[in-house]
């Protein structure tokens, strides 16, 4: 009964804060939180998630950034006795639960010139709404670039990307058929 009354309260009421704190020692603190409510394909699905962020400026041409995110199932995440056809005892993980720590710096070189650089890392586990069983997730990513104004109207950024994917399901779950998952759809 609980359950059902605060997915009904998150129903009517879409909840998410952000703030910001600024220090004059050149900090800025950003904290965000909230939840949602999410339905389709057969299952509803309620996520709540906080993510503070960091961000230092030690010189005038230099930023450096540093934060974690983490998402978690309002329900408690738990492991389904069940299997397609046959009652199978295996354990089918179901829910989210994935956490995401990320660093990144800026650098200006000079007016026409800047570099960028940042690393990620998540790591945890999420359930697509066409799926009954939640999927592994665990990467590390890089990125880098850089940036060079020619002149008032042209710029020219390079942006480079490298993304370890240790399970490979980040891919499928963004690009692919959701309704090639679901026994539901066949």
Request: proline share 5%; hydrophobic share 45%; no cysteine.
């Amino acid at each position: 009964m609980k359950h059902t009354l605060l997915l009904l309260a998150l129903l009517l009421m879409p909840v998410a804060l952000r703030a910001q704190v600024t220090d004059s020692a050149n900090w800025h603190v950003r904290l965000s939180t909230g939840a949602s409510v999410t339905n389709g394909m057969g299952q509803t699905q309620s996520l709540s998630w906080v993510a503070p962020s960091f961000e230092f400026h030690p010189t005038s041409r230099l930023t450096v950034n540093t934060g974690f995110a983490s998402v978690g199932s309002l329900l408690p995440a738990d492991y389904k006795l069940h299997g397609y056809g046959s009652r199978s005892l295996a354990p089918l993980r179901t829910g989210t639960r994935a956490t995401a720590l990320w660093a990144e710096a800026q650098y200006q070189v000079n007016s026409r010139l800047w570099l960028w650089a940042s690393v990620a890392h998540l790591n945890g586990f999420a359930q697509p709404l066409w799926l009954d069983r939640s999927l592994p997730m665990q990467a590390t990513a890089f990125s880098g670039g850089f940036g060079y104004r020619f002149g008032e109207k042209s710029i020219l950024e390079m942006h480079i990307h490298i993304v370890r994917d240790h399970y490979g399901t980040l891919a499928p779950m963004l690009y692919d058929d959701p309704f090639s998952y679901n026994r539901f759809f066949y």
